[in-house]
């Protein structure tokens, strides 16, 4: 919500990290582009252990994160979608700030939260559904 309120390029927080890090932009799509591939990687773990879909675990994390690299990049089409459809105003809805490989770097970091994800979470979840019965 606090993206919604500011513009990406925008979210104060961000700004103070800009300027005491030096970074050359505010980064706050990147947390967002973080959890793009953190939230997905758990829900479709649940969905594949519950409907038995994939019963290896090593090649549930491989598509897992296959998946989450698709969702992302998906994500990065609609994102180019619209700002062909907007035009000159697109700079703003993107949030590129003039950086080239902003695409390349979002779809990193869904790979890097999929990963996380499924690094921190899979012993917990395994817990969590071997108290379940279905």
Not at 27 to 36: E, F, I, R
Not at 58 to 87: D, K, M, P, R, T
Not at 92 to 117: E, K, P, R
């Amino acid at each position: 919500m606090v993206g919604g309120h500011y513009t990406y390029a925008e979210v104060p927080l961000f700004d103070y990290f800009k300027d005491v890090f030096g970074f050359a932009r505010n980064n706050y799509d990147k947390v967002g582009h973080l959890v793009q591939g953190f939230v997905p990687a758990l829900i479709a773990r649940e969905i594949i252990i519950r409907k038995n879909i994939i019963p290896r675990p090593f090649w549930q994390f491989f598509f897992i994160v296959c998946f989450c690299l698709a969702f992302s990049a998906f994500y990065e089409l609609i994102e180019w979608w619209a700002a062909i459809a907007v035009g000159e105003d697109a700079e703003a809805f993107l949030a590129t700030q003039g950086y080239v490989w902003d695409t390349q770097s979002d779809m990193g970091l869904a790979l890097l939260g999929a990963i996380l994800g499924l690094l921190t979470l899979s012993k917990l979840h395994d817990k969590q559904l071997s108290l379940l019965s279905f």
